[in-house]
């Protein structure tokens, strides 16, 4: 374990589904991450959170909304999907936003 | 932004070989290079980062060089084995408004027993 957990570690929703993903790190860093791993293509960031301010949004779809209530707990909030949005989502964080990032083990979404 | 191109897509060795991945970056403010490990099913793991201050820094089985000028960076594996089969990412810092990470888009490394 790398000290940051991500739940649920599958999911399955429709298109009119509201979910929420959580993640949360035990490590003291104060700044997060979430991430977007579709097969074959890099992974895309999605927002980074610098002490608990988000600092990018990488033009993600609105459908997608992160909350940041403290250094500790990150959440990605779905609403709406499209199929596309299928994809394995990671969360990060690190000691500060050069450093090296620590992955959790990923949220496999699957839109229905 | 930062633009990563990593090479090969796929790469299949013999047991003992050395792999080499390669990666170049745009961006010539970048100034932190990691390699990243992913087994099948798991999160992706560093296995080790450079920074521009530094030409090649090594591991164990495991070392990273970086050409500053031409702006490229390599993954160096030698005597591989079974367990270093994986996708592997390279990736660099993005001189942006936050120093960020773009990412490679990866390599499946498979050793051959």
């Known amino acids: 374990e790398t000290g940051v957990t991500q739940t649920p570690r599958h999911l399955v929703m429709g298109m009119t589904n509201k979910k929420s993903l959580k993640c949360e790190q035990h490590l003291g860093h104060n700044a997060m991450y979430w991430y977007k791993q579709s097969a074959k293509k890099p992974l895309e960031l999605m927002f980074v959170y610098s002490l608990e301010e988000r600092v990018e949004n990488n033009s993600v779809p609105s459908r997608f909304s992160p909350e940041c209530p403290n250094s500790s707990h990150l959440f990605l909030h779905l609403h709406t999907l499209q199929p596309e949005d299928s994809a394995l989502y990671l969360c990060?964080?690190?000691?500060?936003?050069?450093?090296?990032?620590?992955f959790g083990a990923g949220t496999r979404l699957s839109v229905l | 932004g930062e633009n990563v191109e990593q090479h090969p897509s796929t790469l299949s060795v013999q047991e003992g070989d050395s792999a080499v991945i390669k990666c170049t970056y745009s961006d010539s403010a970048s100034n932190y290079f990691p390699w990243y490990k992913q087994e099948l099913g798991k999160r992706p793991q560093l296995i080790i980062d450079?920074?521009?201050?530094?030409g090649e820094k090594k591991d164990q089985r495991i070392a990273v060089t970086l050409n500053k000028t031409a702006k490229h960076f390599s993954l160096h594996i030698t005597e591989t084995q079974p367990e270093d089969s994986a996708v592997y990412f390279c990736?660099?810092?993005?001189?942006?408004?936050?120093?960020?990470?773009?990412f490679g888009s990866g390599t499946q490394l498979t050793v051959l027993p």
């Open positions: 990060a964080s690190s000691p500060g936003l050069v450093n090296i990032q620590y």
């Open positions: 990736a660099a810092s993005f001189s942006g408004s936050a120093r960020q990470l773009t």
């Open positions: 450079i920074r521009s201050n530094v």
